[in-house]
Structures are given as C-alpha cells and as structure tokens.
Nanobody, 123 residues
Framework: QVQLVESGGGLVQPGGSLRLSCAAS????????MGWYRQAPGKQRELVAD???????NYEDSVKGRFTISRDNAKNMVYLQMNSLKPEDTAVYYC?????????????????WGQGTLVTVTS
C-alpha cells in the first residue's frame, strides 16, 4: 500500500506565492518520476511539472519561470514552489508518483495519485 498526501494549498492573492508539498509513504522501493498536475473546474487534468529521480525537470509552458519543482529522495517528498500566481492557476493540484513497490518478494510498478489540494488565486 502506497499513499501520497499533499499539503500547502489555500487562498492567495494574484502575485502571491504558495508552496505545495507531497509526501509518499508505504512499501516503496524507488520512485522514478514525481509530478504535479492540476484540474480547474470544467477542464481536463493537466501536467504542471514533473521531476525524475536524478533531478531532470519538465514544466508546462504557462508556469515556466514562475513555478519550481523539487524533490527530496531521502524523504520521498516532492515540492512545488509557486510564485507570481495568477487567477488562471486556480485549480485542484494533484501529486503523482511512478514508483516500484515491494510487498514481500513481489515488486510492482505503480502509478499513485494523491487526493488533491485546492489552490485559489483571487483578489
């Protein structure tokens, strides 16, 4: 059993900042890619940013230069620093991990999602 728990969402004014955190726990052997996705009302879920175990990052065009993804491999955590927030960044933000889970002698490749955290950017 592997779980992802996000935190750090909230209400912020345009131009403000928030830092999201996501902690992975359970029977984890290794986490390959960790990422942040978001889903605004009436829209499809989209990738915001992701990061590999060796630190390679990928960002959606609209957040480049404003958001920074990072991870702590020792703690199985991923972070999203969001600066210069805009109303269009309002969404539920989800953490996702692609990982190998070990249960006994069985290794499983899993894709695990967190429950989401709401970010609201409004004046």
């Amino acid at each position: 059993q592997v779980q992802l728990v996000e935190s750090g969402g909230g209400l912020v004014q345009p131009g403000g900042s928030l830092r999201l955190s996501c902690a992975a726990s359970g029977s984890i052997a290794t986490i390959n890619v960790m990422g942040w996705y978001r889903q605004a009302p009436g829209k499809q879920r989209e990738l915001v940013a992701d990061i590999t175990s060796d630190g390679r990052t990928n960002y959606e065009d609209s957040v480049k230069g404003r958001f920074t993804i990072s991870r702590d491999n020792a703690k199985n955590m991923v972070y999203l620093q969001m600066n210069s927030l805009k109303p269009e960044d309002t969404a539920v933000y989800y953490c996702k991990a692609n990982l190998l889970s070990v249960v006994g002698v069985t290794i499983k490749r899993l894709e695990v999602w967190g429950q989401g955290t709401l970010v609201t950017v409004t004046s």
